[in-house]
């Protein structure tokens, strides 16, 4: 392989990965065909057949319907929380790069506090205290989040002001708002869409983790770490359930990190030869 | 290097006085009376009155807080709202095992992911390189979630050359240490692999080479030395992230750790645990970062230099 089909490579899997298990989210209704909360105690454990291509859980519901089901709860809550931090970290990150100062020395000592943190325990502990739903599970996983991309933003933010084209626009009367928002960002929003997608791939793993351990997303909503919970308990007998859960979330991490390293070293050429 | 020391350590201190912060704040953030919460509707006013008393929530606000850095000083954080324990006493008899743990699973992912990633750095492009890339990145996508139980699966279930759970001798560490170090290994190389690259385009690799050394050493001596430099920051972090408890490993092997220990507190309600494990867990990861600053600073001299 040669240096410049490297990163398309890359990104043409991670792309493809991404996008096929985003297209069966979205028609999880029409591919799923069950009610993966359907209940059919006569048929419990079932191998892997026609009617149920990765057989049935404890319970006899479908488990192929669950993956389905459970790639939306994936897509959604990293979609979300990602989408909150990287928004946050910019504002604060853009803020606290601009101003300098002692705003910047403020901002900075918040962002280390919550760096001192490890982000999962952080969220662990924030989702236990606020109590699980999906909404305390994206706000707990946004708050410990948004730090990194604060980081990242600021410095280069720190980086851009001081270009020479920024300077122009200052002299020619451009307001701050307007320096930040239409010459400073759309120079960093490839590094950051390249965090984002870092991210993604983060928070799905975290997601399905909390989830795992009873305080993600809610027992009734189909999600792959719930089905790794349950699919635990009847390993020896049925361990399918495991292995479907366990291969999908892999398989969407996977296309997002193929995803993120193709893209950074399209928009971070000063990183191309780490690899 | 004692100024370099002396920034970083200085630069601790308003970290901790957040860290402790919020460490407090975390039971205020429960919506609702955590009185009710812990003790439910039945209980009687006055057993909610002595519970709410001896967790000092009848005092203002200010007040609760200046008493849990006072009890901090001495060493005390509180009690078991269920055990009636020190919690500091808890943390104690949890933490051996977490070390234990994760000081394995560190080695394990050094043994695996120095040697590959520099056998990768040192010839990109080779089917040794593909191997190692397609390693890391698989890796890197393997949730503990999932790589634990296939473990369990495979050497405990089938093969039965493991336990299947709980702290016994050493051959119950192997599977848990394995199912942490795999991705941990996966991180290394791939660090190893571009630090070994950049470093082989350096210019004393190019004057070791002419002063005629054999590859061997031009690799082992100068190359690697210096390629590990980034290595030390990679995993002085993921030790601290090792070392507060890896809540979802310690649950499936049943491993009586810090991550553990948490969880059944959250479980519970035993909220001082909570705030205990928080605050313990923040501050090993704070302090396990800033021994790996002092290391990177030691290894990288010009790291110190810039600073001081």
Redesign the interface.
Known sequence: ??MKRGPKIFIFFGTLIVGALFFMALFAPILAGMDPNEMDLKNRLIPPSFTHPFGTDENGSDVFSKIVYGARVSLMVAGSVVFLSASLGLLIGSFAGYKGGWVDLTLM??I??VY???G???A???V????PSLKNLIIAMSLTGWASFARLVRGEVLYLRQKEYVLSSRALGANPLREIVFHIWPNLFGILFVQATFAM?GVI?AE??LS??G?GVPATTPSW?AL??S??KV??DA?YV??S???S??VL??GF??LG?GLRDVFDPRRQ??? | MSGYILKRFLALIPVLLGVGTISFLLVHFIPGDPVDLILGDRASLEDKANLRASLNLDQPLTTQYLTYWKGLFQGDMGQSLRTHRPVAALIQERFPATFELALSAVVLALLIGVPAGALAGAKPYSTADMTGLGYGILGISLPAIFLAPVLIYVFSMKLDWFPVSERSGWDSLVLPALSLAVPLSAVILRICRASMLEVTGEDYIRTARSKGLSERKVYLVHALRNALIPVITIVGLQLGALLTGTVITETIFDWPGIGTLLLSAIQQRDYPVVQGCVLFIAVIYVTVNFLTDLAYGFANPRIRLQDS
């Open positions: 392989m040669n000592r918040l280390d506090v001192a943190f490890p999962f325990l952080l662990l502990s924030l236990a205290v606020l109590g791939a793993i399905s983790g795992f351990l305080l770490g790794l919970s699919g635990r390993l020896f361990p495991s292995l859960a366990g291969i979330i892999m991490v996977l990190n193929l390293d030869l780490k690899g």
